[in-house]
């Protein structure tokens, strides 16, 4: 049997914003239930609203944490085994940076983004593992970025943190496949979200063409409709530009410095 998303239950972390939320739309019409997770109340309450409109029957919870807290991540584990809810889909989606270099950083930041990036998505996936292995076909979506491919000069933290989440997905894209838990890692470029106003050091907003070039921005709508679509094909990893797709496979094999120069063409941060 293969997984597929009707009737399922469904968690997102970081389903307040972003891609977050735009994952919550598009799973809305077939899913029956979703989970949604982040601190911003009032934006799940928000998309909970629309989409309860929209979808009458959809059953929605909305559970406020802080995902850098390893007890609010067992809170939510405890929650979803009290209510003994047949979870077969996670998202692990909360995800923050910090532009600019890492001298200059604030210690708090550098550490929430390990807290958030590395800890939280490790400590839910162990966490909620033994359901998706019980409610087998099931899946697990890690959010992690292309930046996870290459060292980033500028954003050091955030892209180690990223390779992290990319070599831990592989490895268990083997590991959980084997028990019917399809693993897969998107590895998105540049998306218009609201995470380059949340991980930039300057006041003024971020133009998206400073940090990478017009076509390799992708929408958060297709982002998440091509990577709805490789988790149904089991895929481990999915970059959902296909121009993006071809030239990181490319520039993975090249030196950092020329990947530089030609991936982030003005260094104004
Ligand atoms: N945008 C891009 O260009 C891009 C590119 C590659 C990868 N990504 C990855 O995509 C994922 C989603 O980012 P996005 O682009 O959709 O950015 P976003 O709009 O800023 O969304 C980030 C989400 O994470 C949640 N979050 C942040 N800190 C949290 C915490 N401590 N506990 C719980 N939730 C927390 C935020 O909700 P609250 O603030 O309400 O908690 C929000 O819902 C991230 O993992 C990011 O690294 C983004």
Redesign the pocket.
């Known amino acids: 049997m293969n997984f597929s998303f009707n009737h399922s239950c469904v968690l997102i972390?970081?389903?307040?914003?972003?891609?977050?939320?735009e994952f919550a739309r598009q799973l809305a019409s077939s899913v029956s239930t979703l989970i949604l997770?982040?601190?911003?109340k009032e934006?799940l309450e928000e998309l909970a609203h629309l989409l309860h409109e929209r979808y009458p029957n959809l059953q929605i919870h909305l559970k406020i944490?802080?995902?850098?807290f390893p007890e609010e991540r067992e809170r939510l584990a405890a929650w979803i085994e009290e209510e003994k809810l047949p979870l077969n889909l996670v998202i692990n989606?909360?995800?923050?940076?910090n532009l600019g270099n890492f001298y200059d950083a604030s210690w708090k930041r550098t550490q929430?983004i390990l807290d958030?990036?590395i800890g939280?998505l490790t400590h839910l996936t162990h966490l909620l593992l033994p359901t998706l292995r019980q409610q087998a076909p099931s899946a697990l979506l890690q959010?992690?970025?292309?930046?996870g491919f290459f060292p980033i000069e500028g954003h050091a933290v955030?892209a180690a943190s990223?390779a992290y989440v990319q070599s831990f997905t592989q490895a268990l894209h083997l590991e959980e496949g084997k028990h019917g838990v399809c693993v897969t890692l998107l590895a998105?470029?540049?998306?218009?979200?609201?995470?380059?106003k949340?991980a930039s050091r300057l006041k003024e907003p971020i133009s998206l063409t400073t940090r990478s070039r017009a076509c390799f921005i992708t929408s958060?709508e297709k982002v998440v409709s091509v990577a709805l679509e490789a988790l149904l094909q089991k895929r481990v990893i999915v970059i959902p530009n296909k121009l993006l797709s071809i030239v990181i496979n490319f520039l993975r094999f090249t030196p950092v410095f020329l990947f530089q120069r030609f991936f982030l063409p003005n260094k104004k941060r």
């Open positions: 972390t970081g389903a307040s914003s972003g891609l977050g939320a997770v982040a601190r911003r934006r944490s802080d995902l850098t989606n909360a995800g923050m940076g929430e958030l990036n939280a959010v992690g970025s292309i930046s955030y990223k998105p470029g540049t998306v218009p979200t609201e995470f380059f949340s958060p």
